[in-house]
Structures are given as structure tokens and as C-alpha cells.
């Protein structure tokens, strides 16, 4: 029986939507129509694709808006009634028809470090334990059709994000290599948080939906990345350690922790920073939400680097004032001790 398409034709310049009425058999899928389209009625419909078994990634498109695999995608799916929208990859530029530059994710793939042996240790005298093992093969079923890529919201709505952002295919690359035992580099943290944009992503899992491959990429890399990189950079224990020894710097240069108001930037001779303290007004409050506040109130899980992206001047949250009618509570006494 025959099936109505709608195939985008055009390239960089500009195209629309074409319809065509396909023969569609049983056991097809849409690489077998686009394949059709080309013998029967548009020769020169341009689509990439290669082994036509779901392994090489190649014939990544968009079907009715979802991103998927042109040879994964069966027509028992659809309904007889409905219509099949085939359209190029969203995120990336349009080469011709179907095929698109997805070249933005070979030169984040140059810009992730290569895995780094241990010194001394030649080929063939890896050791790893089959748990180590075990805990990245999941990454390395990732056949680069970068429909996470295209489906990832952070560098499909926002192209100013590319330079930035290296997305959900490199986040699953860092993850793979950071807890690999054998790999020597001990900067993939930093380098996720610095220069791939970890921060960006707020998992909405959106990159797990469409994988083929089935890789849970939040839930098994992007997640434990980000928990890593606070570990490093907000472990309580070690923050408190650290206030503890800066609080001791403060009170040698004469600096009081009680003067919160107080905007404490200098050094100590040792060149470590001592603590900022969030302006407050007379009230002693912040002037606005302390996620929007010119100074957070806590140290940035992923650095100094990424700013809100709310300016606190166009805020327009103001404290409500104290209700008259109501008993106000006492302040705490002070400098007594419990009986």
C-alpha cells in the first residue's frame, strides 16, 4: 500500500517540504522509502547512511520531530493514516536534503584529551579488574550518530552555546575516562567543568531518550561527572576545614567574622583567598534571592566562571514587611549558657 511523505528538500540557501505517495512493504523501515524515493521519483535526494544495521550512525535524521536512526525506524510504527515528516538534523547546518555538517562534533572530539597510560606501563601490560571494566563498556556502545547531540537543548536553542558546550556524546567520552584506572591525567574533572560546559547541562534526560544504543547517559555519566566535580570542589568536610583555617587567617590580619557587611578580598602571604561574605542591608538580608545575589552565598559547584543569567538589577522581588498584627518573636539571647 502507499504512504504519504513530507521530505525536506533544499540545502544551506534555503528549501520546503516535498509530498510523495511511497509503496511501503512489510518489514520496512524509512531508509528502505528514502531508497525508494531515490530509484522511483527524486534521484538526486541526497541522505547519508552506510551499513543499514543501526551500528555506524550515519543515517541519523528526524522523523515526525524525533530524532532517531532512518534504519532503526520501522513503518509498523505509524499508523496507515498518518503522515511521515523526514527532516534533517535541527542542531547542525544544512549541507543538502538530508545531510548535514555535523563537523562540530569532530573538533569537540579533537578537544577532548586522549587517554593518557601510566608511565612505564607498555602495550600489553594493562591490568584491569573485570568491575573496571565493566563500568565504562556501556560508553564505549556509543556509534557517534550524535542524535543526543542534536536533540540536546543547550546547543539546538542556543548557537551562541557551541563554542562553550561539547555536549552529551563528550560528557559520556570524560565520564569513560575519569574513572578509567589505567588513565594517568587527573584533570578530566576540571576539564569538563572549564571547557566542556559540564555546568550547562541540567539533565533533563532528553539525550538518554533518543541514544539507540540504550546508553543511560544522565543517569550513568553526566550525573556521576557532576557529583564528581563537587566532590572535588564543595566536599563539606574539606570546605569546612577550610573556613576553619581561613576564619584563623582573619583574626591574624585583624579581619572579624562577625563583620558580614564587610567585602574581605584580600590575601593572606600565603596567596590563599580568604572568604567573601554576601552583602546585606540594614535588615541584615540579602537585597534579593540569594541564587540572583551579586555575590552567592555559597562557592559555585562549578566555578566562579558560569554567572546567572538573571542580572540582580531586573529583579523585582522586594522582602514582604513584618505584619503588625502579629507577635513578633524575640532575638535570641546571647553570651548565657544552659542550665
Not at 270 to 289: F, K, M, N, Y
Request: aromatic share 6%; charged share 25%.
Amino acid at each position: 500500500m502507499k504512504r504519504h511523505f513530507r521530505v525536506w528538500r533544499g540545502d544551506s540557501s534555503g528549501g520546503d517540504l516535498e509530498d510523495f505517495d511511497v509503496e511501503v512493504n512489510d518489514g520496512e523501515v524509512v531508509l528502505d522509502i528514502i531508497h525508494r524515493l531515490q530509484a522511483t521519483e527524486a534521484p538526486d535526494l541526497a541522505c547519508r547512511w552506510n551499513c543499514k544495521a543501526g551500528k555506524c550512525g550515519s543515517c541519523s535524521m528526524e522523523i515526525n520531530g524525533m530524532p532517531r536512526l532512518g534504519c532503526m525506524t520501522r513503518m509498523s510504527t505509524f499508523t496507515a493514516a498518518e503522515t511521515i515528516t523526514i527532516t534533517p538534523l535541527r542542531t547542525f547546518p544544512v549541507i543538502r536534503d538530508l545531510v548535514t555538517d555535523v563537523s562540530f562534533n569532530y573538533e569537540k572530539a579533537r578537544e577532548t584529551p586522549a587517554f593518557a597510560p601510566p608511565a612505564g606501563v607498555a602495550p600489553g601490560q594493562y591490568r584491569m579488574q573485570q568491575i573496571d571494566v565493566e563500568r565504562s563498556q556501556e560508553f564505549r556502545k556509543c556509534i557517534e550518530c550524535y542524535l543526543c547531540q542534536n536533540t540536546c537543548h543547550v546547543v539546538r536553542d542556543h548557537e551562541e552555546n557551541k563554542e562553550a558546550f561539547s555536549g552529551p556524546r563528550f560528557f559520556i567520552r570524560a565520564a569513560e575516562l575519569d574513572m578509567h584506572p589505567l588513565d594517568d591525567r587527573t584533570d578530566r574533572k576540571q576539564y569538563a567543568q572549564q571547557s566542556q560546559g559540564l555546568g550547562f547541562c541540567n539533565i533533563t534526560k532528553c539525550c538518554t531518550e533518543v541514544c539507540p544504543e540504550h546508553i543511560k547517559i544522565t543517569d550513568n555519566a553526566i550525573i556521576p561527572m557532576k557529583e564528581r566535580v563537587v566532590d572535588r570542589r564543595y566536599d563539606p568536610l574539606v570546605r569546612l576545614g577550610r573556613k576553619i583555617f581561613r576564619r584563623d587567617q582573619l583574626e591574624s590580619e585583624g579581619a572579624l567574622p562577625s563583620q558580614r557587611t564587610a567585602r574581605v578580598t584580600a590575601e593572606t602571604p600565603s596567596g590563599r583567598r580568604l572568604p567573601e561574605a554576601p552583602a546585606v542591608g540594614p535588615d541584615g538580608r540579602l537585597d534579593i534571592s540569594e541564587l540572583a545575589a551579586p555575590s552567592q552565598g555559597g562557592l559555585s559547584p562549578f566555578g566562579e566562571d558560569l554567572t546567572f543569567p538573571l542580572p540582580p538589577e531586573q529583579v523585582t522581588y522586594h522582602h514582604p514587611e513584618p505584619d503588625p498584627t502579629l507577635p513578633q518573636s524575640e532575638p535570641p539571647a546571647t553570651g548565657g549558657s544552659k542550665s
